[in-house]
């Protein structure tokens, strides 16, 4: 298959039965999928495809950034037991690829595990009728049958969950050492282990945050967030426009006040690549803005540096994640 007919795909630019042919070509062998990948890689850091072939304007590169401080088709490719892992190829290079549902047995009992890959994202849908999205490099492990008294499920990373209502069973997200408890509702958790803030914010009804370790309880109501500061180990209750902390299944990562490093975090989980800092001072740098991801990462890296003044530098590895090196 000819390159410039995969980066259409990547790009989402082609018809329904295209989209399929691509997507068929990639799972027949390892080598196509490798190939895929290394397009998709090269693509998203060189920004060799200019932009009158886009077909995007320049300017929609940012959104905005500002500083502060120093008709989607769902192809059903693989079915596990009470669960479906979807492939969707639309909406701003939101493309969800093949995942592994790996069966394993964990305190007596048999649970699935989903994954997203770095760069990926997935749906899952729950024997109750609950829909989990995750975002890339997060986890969500469940057993294949609820009990009768609850519905319990793990989470690493970050999910945006839609709970089916059931007040005689309760629904809880055990992740980072909290119960997130609900009976009918739709919320977000952003709790990479890798960050130094975890938030839950509720959409649609009312959750219970529980500290497993001091038994503090927060309770949430509709358009608030709870944030934890891992670093003084406090949580904030505040009103928020849902919309800044969900936007990620559009495609989209938003940010205020954020240090460099945490948004470099997100950057390395949706570009698979590693970034480095010459120095602590670079890491505490805060911004405030919204990315679209199907950019490219050095347009990306560009506004951000003129914004902030610092320098970058990507060296491209053979066969591993490129590097980039944030300097002075």
Same mark, same amino acid.
């Given at each position: ?27 027949k062998s390892?080598?196509? +999928?490798k190939?895929?990948n290394d ?5 998203a850091?060189? $920004? ?15 959104l905005?950034?500002?500083?502060? $401080? ?5 192809l059903?490719i693989?079915?596990?037991?009470y669960?479906?892992?979807i492939?969707v ?8 690829f ?5 069966m394993?047995? +964990?305190? $007596?009992?048999?649970l ?15 024997a ?10 997060s ?6 049958? /609820? ?11 970050e999910?945006?969950f839609?709970i ?6 309760? /629904? ?10 609900a ?5 977000? @958790?952003d ?7 975890m ?5 649609e ?5 529980l ?8 309770d949430l @109501? ?34 205020t006040?954020?240090?460099?490093e ?15 800092f ?7 740098i +805060?911004l ?21 003044? /610092? ?12 590097r980039?090196?944030?300097?002075e």
């Amino acid at each position: 298959m000819k390159d410039h007919y995969i980066i259409r795909f990547i790009k989402n630019e082609l018809a329904q039965e295209e989209q399929t042919k691509v997507i068929e070509w990639i799972e027949k062998s390892e080598a196509n +999928r490798k190939r895929y990948n290394d397009l998709k890689n090269a693509w998203a850091l060189s $920004g060799m495809i200019p932009d009158s072939l886009w077909g995007n304007e320049a300017d929609n590169i940012i959104l905005h950034v500002t500083t502060s $401080g120093s008709g989607a088709r769902n192809l059903f490719i693989k079915i596990v037991k009470y669960a479906a892992i979807i492939i969707v190829t639309a909406g701003l290079s939101f493309y969800f690829f093949k995942l592994t549902a790996d069966m394993g047995e +964990r305190s $007596g009992g048999k649970l699935h595990l989903v994954t997203a890959p770095l760069g990926l994202a997935a749906n899952v849908d729950l024997a109750d009728g609950s829909k989990v999205m995750l975002n890339s490099g997060s986890g969500l492990s469940y057993p294949a049958n /609820f009990s009768s008294k609850n519905r319990i499920v793990n989470l690493e990373g970050e999910a945006f969950f839609e709970i089916k209502s059931d007040r005689n069973h309760p /629904f809880t997200v055990t992740v980072s050492g909290f119960e997130i408890i609900a009976t009918g509702t739709s919320f977000n @958790v952003d709790a990479y282990p890798d960050g130094s803030k975890m938030n839950v914010t509720l959409v649609e009804g009312s959750v219970h945050v529980l500290s497993t370790g001091t038994g503090a309880r927060v309770d949430l @109501v509709a358009g608030e967030n709870m944030q934890l500061d891992r670093s003084r180990d406090e949580m904030l209750v505040s009103r928020v426009d849902t919309k800044f902390y969900t936007s990620w299944q559009q495609g989209i990562i938003s940010f205020t006040n954020k240090r460099l490093e945490d948004i470099a975090l997100d950057l390395e989980r949706w570009y698979c690549v590693n970034i480095s800092f010459e120095s602590d001072n670079l890491r505490e740098i +805060r911004l405030t803005g919204t990315i679209l991801k199907h950019k490219p990462i050095d347009q990306v890296l560009e506004i951000l540096k003129l914004t902030s003044g /610092f320098r970058y530098e990507i060296t491209v590895v053979d066969n591993q994640f490129n590097r980039i090196t944030i300097k002075e």
